[in-house]
């Protein structure tokens, strides 16, 4: 006898009982269904590309979690995020496409990262981006907010707050304390606040020979708090005379003034100046969405404004503002937690029964109500009646519709209703839910 390999699946990638793949296409749809409603179009990208082309941006970090290998004379990349590959498309499709550019993709990334808990190696991104040709309004950031609103709303969430920033503001106070050299690895510790505490920001800032007289005005500086419109107050109240800082905050004020135009609630979205994004091609507004709730989620939907997306392959100036929905690791996350629960076991509404030889009648059955909209299972085994109610009561089928010789015979059928056990009879040409 031959020795059998054991089943088993590598760490970091994820598979789904068929209860929880269904809540999990759920979310996906309504994710999608959500950007089509603000008109984004649909792209799909190859999961491979030419590591020449994909790696052309990536470093450090990045370039190491990639899944990378030669086939014949090509060198081939796996794609990480659904930023590069779009980049690549708009630089290679620039003649023929409309700008601003609206698109969404929904697709899996991959990245070789150190598995734990929550974390994956494959997993699903929803991204959408608005790209502009040489410039893009500000207008555009206001929007996505709406977006994530609606998102959110859809997936059934009321209390979660969409926090924003403009990097222009911090990169600006960087300037006006001498500091712009230090800039990007700033940002990056003050990213960190939320985790590590204040104390450790100062410790890292220390590290990096900050003057104190700067870190204590970089801390009092995100330490600035009160309501959207005091916080606004207070920024310009610094009287920082730098025009990095100016923008920032002109910036800032007009998304606020427009993000209200679209109508999200006050208690929905906040200003808040920790907020800083990791990747330093975000250059403006940025965005993080947290569940208030479940802050240790993390940031459930995050991105912002970047000045040029396609500057590797491209002399075209192409701005863009996106954000980006880490859908595998949400749902784990939210699962674990019990916060979204998998119990639908089958997207079946309907399971016609047959007890006789001839399936013509119920296959018919079973047309018609497809043709109705109706999902509609045939039990096309040769099992007892027994067998087969079990069957649909273990997987929670709403209806049963047993067609035997009898049936065929009175034209009439009747539908069980599985959950109350009520039945009604219908002609079999007339059957209605």
Same mark, same amino acid.
Not at 173 to 198: H, M, P, T, V
Not at 302 to 324: C, D, F, H
Not at 357 to 365: A, C, F, L, R, Y
């Given at each position: ?269 906040? +200003?808040?100046?920790? =907020?800083?994004?990791?990747? &330093?091609?975000? /250059? *403006?507004?940025?965005? #993080?969405?947290?569940?208030? @709730? ?113 049936? +065929?015979?009175?034209? =009439?059928?009747?539908?069980? &209703?599985?959950? /109350? *056990?009520?039945?009604? #009879?219908?002609?079999?040409? @007339?059957?209605?839910?």
């Amino acid at each position: 006898m031959s020795k059998k390999t054991e089943p088993r699946t590598l760490a970091g990638f994820m598979e789904l009982m068929p209860n929880e793949q269904i809540l999990f296409e759920q979310m996906k749809e309504k994710i999608e269904k959500t950007y089509q409603k603000f008109g984004f179009l649909p792209l799909d990208t190859p999961v491979l590309e030419l590591s020449e082309v994909l790696l052309a941006k990536a470093g450090g970090e990045t370039e190491k979690q990639i899944y990378r290998f030669e086939k014949g004379d090509t060198d081939i990349s796996m794609r990480f995020d659904l930023t590069v590959p779009l980049s690549k498309y708009v630089a290679k499709n620039y003649g023929n496409l409309s700008f601003p550019f609206r698109r969404y993709q929904i697709g899996k990334v991959y990245r070789g990262e150190r598995t734990q808990k929550g974390r994956f190696r494959e997993f699903y991104q929803c991204d959408i981006d608005i790209i502009g040709d040489g410039e893009l309004s500000i207008l555009n950031d206001a929007e996505l907010p709406r977006v994530i609103y609606n998102v959110f709303k859809e997936l059934g969430f009321d209390d979660f707050t969409i926090r924003i920033n403009n990097r222009k503001i911090l990169n600006g106070l960087f300037e006006s304390l001498e500091q712009k050299e230090n800039s990007a690895e700033i940002l990056r510790i003050i990213d960190k606040i939320e985790k590590i505490g204040e104390q450790a920001v100062i410790e890292e800032l220390q590290k990096i020979d900050v003057k104190q007289e700067s870190i204590n005005k970089i801390m009092s500086f995100i330490k600035i708090d009160g309501t959207t419109d005091e916080k606004l107050y207070k920024l310009a109240e610094l009287r920082i005379e730098n025009q990095t800082f100016k923008q920032g905050l002109d910036e800032l004020t007009q998304v606020v003034k427009y993000i209200r135009m679209f109508e999200i609630p006050e208690n929905n979205f906040k +200003v808040d100046l920790t =907020i800083a994004r990791g990747l &330093d091609y975000y /250059t *403006g507004t940025v965005y #993080e969405t947290f569940l208030n @709730e479940n802050r240790e989620l993390g940031s459930v939907c995050s991105g912002g404004r970047y000045e040029n997306l396609a500057e590797y392959y491209t002399n075209q100036k192409l701005p863009g503002v996106g954000i980006s929905i880490g859908l595998t690791r949400l749902f784990y996350k939210l699962n674990e937690l019990n916060l979204v629960c998998a119990n639908k076991k089958s997207i079946s509404d309907v399971l016609i029964i047959p007890m006789l030889e001839d399936m013509t009648v119920p296959i018919k059955i079973a047309t018609n109500l497809r043709e109705a909209g109706i999902n509609t299972e045939v039990f096309l085994n040769d099992k007892k009646l027994k067998a087969k109610m079990k069957y649909a009561d273990k997987l929670e089928i709403p209806y049963v519709i047993v067609v035997g010789e009898e049936e +065929v015979e009175s034209g =009439i059928v009747k539908i069980k &209703d599985m959950k /109350t *056990g009520e039945e009604k #009879e219908c002609k079999i040409e @007339e059957i209605n839910l």
